[in-house]
Structure formats: C-alpha cells, structure tokens
C-alpha cells in the first residue's frame, strides 16, 4: 500500500442503519468506503478486490459474520477485520480472535471507538 492511497474499508452489517452511520463518518476521516448489508453482495466483492480494513456483524441473514471473516482471512490474510456485534460473549470474541481478528467492538457503539480501531488497524497494515 502505497501512502498516497487511501485505505479501503469494507462494511457488512444487516442492519442498513449501522451503515448509514459508518461509511460517511469513515469517508469524512479520509477512508474509501463500501458498504453492504447483504453477505452475499460482500462476498462476491471480495472476489473483485481485496481491501485494507473488513468490518463485519456477526449475525446476519444468510452467511454470519464468523463464515465472512474466516472467508476474508482466508483469502486475504492481510486484511484486518474488525467484528462488532450486539451479541458477543467470551465464546465468540475467542473464536473471533483464533481466526485473526484484530478487533472486537460491541454495539452500540461510538462512532468515535469505531475510528480508533481503524485507525489502529490502518496503521497496523502500513507497518507491515
């Protein structure tokens, strides 16, 4: 990634509310953003192009957000996923862990908490 270049970020939340409030908070603090709430649409993206940042919910309709991040990582090892949730527990912040997650935010959240992560993660990915 060159430091001329934006950092991409991948948004997957059924919830179209979720993304309404992150895209345009993430593109306003310089990020290229897309969004998605549908996995489906998420996952056939990712066959196009790979991105910096993934930030997923872990359930969703269809493919849950555990599939996506095992999926992104998979393909992508150097993609960092950030999961947020409303549902998580020790359990599913573990496994989120065990398959590479950088980070784990719980809904609600701030927009603010949800900036420091990519930004930890953005920097995460320039040093690497």
């Known amino acids: 990634?060159?430091?001329d270049q934006k950092t991409t970020v991948l948004i997957l939340d059924d919830e179209p509310i979720v993304c309404k409030r992150l895209k345009p908070a993430l593109e306003k603090a310089g990020y290229e953003v897309e969004s998605f709430t549908r996995s489906r649409e998420a996952?056939?993206?990712?066959?196009?192009?790979?991105?910096?940042?993934?930030?997923t919910d872990l359930k969703m309709?269809?493919?849950?957000?555990?599939?996506?991040?095992?999926?992104v990582k998979k393909r992508y090892p150097e993609t960092e996923v950030i999961v947020?949730?409303?549902f998580a527990t020790m359990e599913t912040a573990k496994e989120s862990y065990q398959k590479?997650?950088?980070?784990?935010?719980?809904?609600?959240?701030?927009l603010g908490e949800i900036l420091e992560v990519v930004k930890k993660a953005e920097a995460k990915r320039r040093s690497a």
């Open 61 to 71: 309709d269809g493919l849950d957000g555990m599939a996506f991040l095992t999926e």
């Open 43 to 55: 996952m056939h993206r990712l066959t196009e192009r790979q991105f910096d940042v993934a930030i």
């Open 1 to 3: 990634m060159t430091s």
């Open 84 to 86: 947020i949730t409303g």
């Open 100 to 110: 590479g997650v950088f980070d784990f935010v719980a809904k609600p959240f701030k």
